[in-house]
Nanobody
């Protein structure tokens, strides 16, 4: 069974940093696309970043570009979040999209419906 486990969430003040981790099996990742999404109360789930595991091409939503960075290391995928703002407060999820095509991993072109496997989420809270 494919399993993804997020960690690293917490509470920080505005301007602070957090690094989220997503642990997944090699089977879960394969040559697939891994994305980070977030969902704030009462809002739709929003894609923030994605990485194509083969080659490591990365993509970031405009709302986080320059502040968040997705990366990978073996079976881990990370989301480094700097200069956090209160509007970044949300539950953060990692997810896997089964694809063998790099250009099918551009987060700006994707929704949560395009991803098959999901972790349980980790909460990020940013206060003023």
């Amino acid at each position: 069974q494919v399993q993804l486990v997020e960690s690293g969430g917490g509470s920080v003040e505005a301007g602070g940093s957090l690094r989220l981790s997503c642990a997944g099996s090699s089977y879960a990742y394969g040559r697939n696309c891994v994305g980070w999404f977030r969902q704030a109360p009462g809002k739709k789930r929003e894609g923030v970043a994605s990485i194509y595991r083969t080659g490591g091409s990365t993509y970031h939503a405009d709302s986080v570009k320059g502040r968040f960075t997705i990366s990978q290391d073996n079976d881990m995928v990370y989301l480094q979040m700097n200069n956090l703002k209160p509007e970044d407060t949300a539950m953060y999820y990692c997810a896997v999209r089964v694809t063998y095509v790099n250009n099918a991993c551009v987060i700006q072109d994707l929704t949560d419906a395009d991803f098959t496997y999901w972790g349980q989420g980790t909460q990020v809270t940013v206060s003023l």
